[in-house]
């Protein structure tokens, strides 16, 4: 009678367990689905099917150049911008004429800044430029097609006495105006003269980019800033103590100035980091003498000769 009494009293007990578990694991349940359903998401989840997402930015639609068979006779294209580009514009010039009898490219180079003044101003069809387009460029309704890369090299003049090469901290250094004597990175004694290009350079505004990673130039004694943005007259002022930049394509096979590697690396090398985008710009829509030209410098045919150029 006992025996049977233990084993009522422990099913009893078994029962009573399993319902207190049981309770418990739907308490829980139904509590975890109610917060569930009454917080909103964090931002790492992901949001259910049933809700919408923003739209994504819509970016302005850029035209398609396709190489043309034909221009008329009489077709006239108007480039002015970047001295960067003189050799691209001259050569293209050549070569477009020459496929095209009867077209006319006329180049001119007075700078990034000035070329796109041109173009907004209607004097001309296409901007060369060196730099990318800033937001108050675009938002005018002007467009950059990249037709090229273009190497920045650091030039010295062919007899100055400076035979090492440089770190970027020591043209860091040098073009902010607190490095002023050539003994300071071992070179002999003597005041490093800087010759900068004026504020409407592309080319100035890469360097700047690029190599001062956007601090500002110096206004030290012996920096220097020509007030047209021409290759040809930086080179000559060098001498044996100037240093100055210049696109590669410009310098590469001058006998008066020489480039001087930075961190070992000279703007030959395929690793060379200091380099930018070259563009011609529009004013949207292209008229027809813009459509042809574009098409034509970003066909094979005119990539080769850009790259000749080069």
Do not use: C
């Amino acid at each position: 009678m006992a025996q049977k009494n233990e084993t009522a009293v422990l099913v009893l007990s078994l029962l009573v367990t399993a319902g207190i578990l049981g309770g418990g694991y739907w308490w829980f349940s139904h509590k975890s689905n109610l917060n569930a359903n009454n917080q909103s998401p964090t931002p790492n989840e992901t949001l259910s099917s049933s809700e919408s997402l923003p739209s994504p930015t819509s970016l302005p639609d850029v035209p398609k150049f396709n190489a043309p068979t034909t221009v008329p006779s009489g077709t006239t294209v108007r480039i002015d911008g970047s001295t960067s580009m003189v050799l691209i514009n001259q050569a293209l010039k050549k070569s477009f004429e020459s496929q095209f009898p009867g077209t006319s490219v006329v180049t001119d180079a007075d700078g990034s800044d000035n070329g796109i003044k041109d173009l907004l101003a209607g004097n001309v069809d296409l901007a060369a430029i060196s730099r990318p387009l800033n937001p108050q460029e675009q938002a005018q309704g002007l467009i950059a097609i990249p037709v090229a890369k273009d190497a920045i090299a650091i030039v010295v003049g062919n007899n100055n006495p400076f035979r090492r090469g440089l770190t970027k901290d020591d043209l860091v250094g040098i073009f902010e105006g607190k490095i002023t004597d050539w003994s300071a990175v071992g070179g002999q004694p003597g005041t490093i003269r800087v010759i900068n290009r004026p504020p409407v350079s592309g080319t100035r505004q890469a360097f700047q980019e690029l190599f001062l990673e956007g601090k500002q130039f110096g206004t030290t004694f012996n920096i220097t800033e020509m007030q047209r943005d021409a290759t040809t007259p930086i080179l000559q002022a060098l001498g044996r103590d100037g240093i100055s930049y210049a696109t590669y394509a410009q310098v590469a096979n001058q006998q008066t100035v020489r480039t001087v590697a930075v961190n070992g690396k000279t703007p030959e090398a395929d690793d060379y980091p200091y380099q930018r985008q070259l563009y011609y710009v529009y004013k949207n829509p292209p008229n027809p003498s813009v459509q042809a030209f574009l098409g034509y410098a970003i066909s094979p045919l005119g990539q080769q000769t850009i790259s000749i150029a080069k």
